[in-house]
């Protein structure tokens, strides 16, 4: 049984950080994903990394050079480093995997995911 369970959430004020974790189990050769969904706004792509951990792609409007995506595979734990948070980062923060057999490949698109995390809420609020 897959299961993804999304931790570190919380509220920051701008210019803040925190680090998201997704412990994964049940999921084997999974490459990973984070996205995020603000009220009223459709679920988006944030980061994606690849199986090995070597290759990962950003959405490079919004959080390139702000966020880090990184994996310890020996844990099977996806991280999501946000640093200097902006009021507009606030949103449900989801972590997705699916099974891939290419250790390289990142996926960026929602619908390559079939495995979803609960969410955890980030507010970035003075």
């Known amino acids: 049984q897959v299961q993804l369970v999304e931790s570190g959430g919380g509220l920051v004020q701008p210019g803040g950080s925190l680090r998201l974790s997704c412990a994964a189990s049940g999921v084997p050769f999974y490459a990973m994903g984070w996205f995020r969904q603000a009220p009223g706004k459709e679920r988006e792509f944030v980061v994606g990394?690849?199986?090995?951990?070597?290759?990962?792609?950003y959405d490079a409007d919004s959080v390139k050079g702000r966020f880090t995506i990184s994996r310890d595979n020996a844990n099977n734990t996806v991280y999501l480093q946000m640093n200097s948070l902006k009021p507009e980062d606030t949103a449900v923060y989801y972590c997705?995997?699916?099974?891939?057999?290419?250790?390289?490949?990142?996926?960026?698109?929602?619908?390559?995911?079939?495995?979803w995390g609960q969410g955890t809420q980030v507010t970035v609020s003075s």
């Open positions: 997705a995997a699916l099974r891939s057999f290419n250790r390289w490949r990142v996926f960026t698109s929602r619908g390559d995911y079939p495995y």
């Open positions: 990394i690849s199986q090995s951990g070597s290759n990962t792609a």
